[in-house]
């Protein structure tokens, strides 16, 4: 092989290896940001009505944010940072209440309202069939 044609291999071998480490810090970087608008999006806004610090822009959800950020740097779990949360205001500031307790309540009470709503729609409709048929 002639030297021209190794120095045109070097280089490309060069910039293929630029171009996989520069594809591979997007891709964390995008990890990431997926991973913070996950946990921005569980935590409520403590001044907001119905918000969470994704969506609101109140100075304290800046804070909460930046630590979020923080937790995340420092190599904290997901569940540890929302502990952390709930542990400062209290399970009112997770949007999505949990499985347990009172809570499931929250879970269970719409499954049981459609279901009692569409017996009681089956009931009626039966009835008036057979007052139809008289």
């Not at 002639?2 to 910039?15: G, M, Q, V």
Request: glycine residues 4%; charged residues 20%; proline residues 2%.
């Amino acid at each position: 092989m002639s030297k021209k044609k190794l120095d045109i291999l070097k280089i490309f071998i060069l910039l293929n290896s630029f171009l996989i480490i520069f594809v591979s810090c997007i891709s964390n970087n995008i990890d990431n940001n997926n991973r913070e608008y996950g946990l921005y999006s569980q935590i409520m806004c403590p001044v907001c009505d119905g918000q969470t610090i994704a969506e609101s822009q109140a100075s304290i959800s800046n804070d909460m944010k930046k630590m979020v950020n923080t937790q995340i740097l420092e190599g904290k779990t997901d569940k540890e940072i929302l502990n952390y949360f709930k542990e400062r205001y209290g399970q009112e500031i997770i949007s999505n209440p949990s499985y347990s307790g009172f809570n499931i309540t929250v879970w269970i009470a719409p499954i049981l309202i459609i279901l009692g709503s569409l017996l009681l729609l089956i009931y009626y409709l039966r009835k008036n069939m057979n007052k139809a048929e008289l």
